[in-house]
Every structure is written in C-alpha cells, then in structure tokens.
C-alpha cells in the first residue's frame, strides 16, 4: 500500500488540531486528532500510529485521507441515521410540570402518578406517545426518580388522629387472664 503523508501543516492548522485534542470530551475525535497530530509533527507512518492508538492501520489510513480532504470538520462523526427524537425540551418542561403536581389536582381519578400513568397523561396533554421506560429516563436525568408507592389511610374525622393511637395501644390483660392453669398429670 502506498503510505499516506501528511503535508506540512501550518501553524493555525497545528494550533487548531492541538486545541481540538485537548479541548474536547469526544474520545473518538480525540484520538482521530492524535493520529493527524503523529503524522504531522512525527512522520509516522499509519502502521506506527495504529500501534501507539490501539487501532488497525485501515482506520488510521482512514482518517488521514478524511482530514487530508475535509480539514478538522472531516475528524467528527458522521449524522446516524434514524428516526429524530420524539422527546422536546417543552415535553420535559411539562413532564416535570405535572410529575410535581398530584394528579387529582389535574383532575384525574387516582391519587399517585405511576410511570404508566404519567406516559398517558403526557400523551393526552401533548399528543407525544413515548414507553413508560422513556418517561423514566427522562425523569430519572432530572433526578427525580418514582418509587413504589406508600399507601396511607386516613380519614376526615376530626378524632381521627386519636383513634388510631388507641387502636396502636398494646391490648391490657385482665388479672384473671394473666395466670395460667396447667392440669397435672395422674399417674
């Protein structure tokens, strides 16, 4: 295989790639901006770079024709093709908005949000259908996380409160009650 060679770059090239390199959190351009780096400033060939970047020396090759024909713009990945997010910054806005309000408030007939729940009550309000497990993500990546619920019971009766302490008394044992009688044995 003929050996790519990287020209001599100039000093606003070099700077650029030296500020990419250690600038960005992308490690995959960090290192496609490395082997550029080798090749300019060293003259190493692919082979060498791929043993000092752990990749195959196709990849190398790769690369340096990419950046030899686009500039640093050529070094980023590629637009994955798929579908586009369902997800808005205003559909969070709102699942936020409503996971923080009681759902009776909102006018619906249970009192406690469930991941299902909050998937179809988003659903009703913005028209944006997404699995209980993406309501999760979402609200997980806010902090706010759902657990099982804790169910309560109370009353509107005003001696409630009282009622309940007295039914959690420990029950008192007559006199009578306490001693026990064994029957002996006749032998």
Same mark, same amino acid.
């Given at each position: 295989?003929?050996?790519?060679?990287?020209?001599?770059?100039?000093?606003?090239?070099?700077?650029?790639?030296?500020?990419?390199?250690? *600038?960005?959190?992308?490690?995959?351009?960090?290192?496609?901006?490395?082997?550029?780096?080798?090749?300019?400033?060293?003259?190493?060939?692919?082979?060498?770079?791929?043993?000092?970047?752990?990749?195959? +020396?196709?990849?190398?090759?790769?690369?340096?024709?990419?950046?030899?024909?686009?500039?640093?713009?050529?070094?980023?990945?590629?637009?994955? %093709?798929?579908?586009?997010?369902?997800?808005?910054?205003?559909?969070?806005?709102?699942?936020?908005?409503?996971?923080?309000?009681?759902?009776?408030?909102?006018?619906?007939?249970?009192?406690?949000?469930?991941?299902?729940?909050?998937?179809?009550?988003?659903?009703?309000?913005?028209?944006?259908?997404?699995?209980? +497990?993406?309501?999760?993500?979402?609200?997980?990546?806010?902090?706010?996380?759902?657990?099982? %619920?804790?169910?309560?019971?109370? *009353?509107?009766?005003?001696?409630?409160?009282?009622?309940?302490?007295?039914?959690?008394? %420990?029950?008192?044992?007559? %006199?009578? +009650?306490? !001693?026990?009688?064994?029957? !002996?044995? *006749?032998?």
């Amino acid at each position: 295989m003929k050996p790519i060679r990287v020209p001599n770059l100039t000093p606003e090239q070099l700077a650029e790639l030296e500020e990419l390199y250690r *600038s960005t959190r992308n490690v995959r351009l960090r290192t496609r901006a490395q082997m550029v780096l080798l090749a300019a400033e060293r003259c190493l060939s692919a082979a060498e770079i791929a043993d000092i970047v752990r990749a195959s +020396e196709e990849t190398v090759r790769r690369w340096l024709k990419r950046y030899l024909a686009e500039g640093v713009e050529g070094l980023s990945d590629a637009p994955q %093709p798929g579908a586009p997010r369902k997800v808005t910054e205003e559909y969070r806005q709102e699942l936020i908005h409503a996971v923080r309000r009681r759902p009776r408030s909102l006018g619906l007939p249970f009192s406690l949000w469930t991941l299902q729940r909050l998937a179809d009550y988003m659903a009703e309000t913005t028209g944006i259908r997404v699995t209980y +497990e993406s309501v999760r993500v979402h609200l997980k990546a806010t902090g706010i996380v759902l657990s099982r %619920p804790q169910h309560t019971i109370t *009353s509107p009766d005003p001696e409630y409160a009282l009622k309940k302490r007295r039914s959690k008394r %420990p029950a008192t044992v007559s %006199p009578l +009650e306490s !001693t026990s009688i064994t029957p !002996t044995s *006749s032998t």
